[in-house]
T-cell receptor
């Protein structure tokens, strides 16, 4: 398995509170991604990063922000959590140059977030 | 623009039977195609992928898929199902290039009956 960890693995919070999820990789991959997984929707891209301090929006970015100050860490922040953000969040990494497998994304174990 | 269609949300087969999970895609550029598997309470694991070259792709755990451009399909098959194959399966498409995004289908849950 690719060296990807996510923390916390489970979190319950209340509406209106800020939440930060962390993705940490040991593979030195340049690209990192945040997805959310919801029944009937598959995985949808929230934000992604193509290098330190370089980030861009995905399909469902409203209500989320990200930061990447180091190659190995990619943080996802919900500034004011809402019940619609209850989901399972997955981090993924890829590197078209480093990896032999161009464009393949490798996924972390996920964080289950419940917003009450 | 790109999209993936996985018809149906659930497939049930008997142990030892053929597994066929369908995937159709839409892409404005030559596609890269992927199948991922997700076991309960785990992340996604790559089963196989097609980028260029041979259209029949073999993956892990005895799965294979064939890229058919004329049918815009990338169906996943396994000749003989095993109980351990029970999981959720996702088809995904991207284009070539470092900034190309991965678009997922909604997933299909495979159940295997004893």
């Amino acid at each position: 398995d690719a060296g990807i960890t996510q923390s916390p693995r489970h979190k319950v919070t209340e509406t209106g509170t800020p939440v930060t999820l962390r993705c940490h990789q040991t593979e030195n991959h340049r690209y990192m991604y945040w997805y959310r997984q919801d029944p009937g929707h598959g995985l949808r891209l929230i934000h992604y990063s193509y290098g330190v301090k370089d980030t861009d929006k995905g399909e469902v970015s409203d209500g989320y922000s990200v930061s990447r100050s180091k190659t190995e860490d990619f943080l996802l922040t919900l500034e004011s959590a809402t019940s619609s953000q209850t989901s399972v969040y997955f981090c993924a990494i890829s590197d078209p140059i480093l990896a032999e497998s161009t464009d393949t994304q490798y996924f972390g174990p996920g964080t289950r977030l419940t917003v009450l | 623009a790109q999209s993936v269609t996985q018809l149906g949300s659930h497939v049930s087969v008997s142990e030892g039977a053929l597994v066929l999970l369908r995937c159709n895609y839409s892409s404005s550029v030559p596609p890269y195609l992927f199948w991922y598997v997700q076991y309960p309470n785990q992340g996604l694991q790559l089963l196989l992928k097609y980028t260029t070259g041979a259209t029949l792709v073999k993956g892990i755990n005895g799965f294979e898929a064939e890229f058919k451009k004329s049918e815009t399909s990338f169906h996943l098959t396994k000749p003989s199902a095993h109980m351990s194959d029970a999981a959720e399966y996702f088809c995904a498409v991207s284009g070539a290039g470092a900034n190309s995004k991965l678009t997922f289908g909604k997933g299909i849950t495979l159940s295997v009956r004893p």
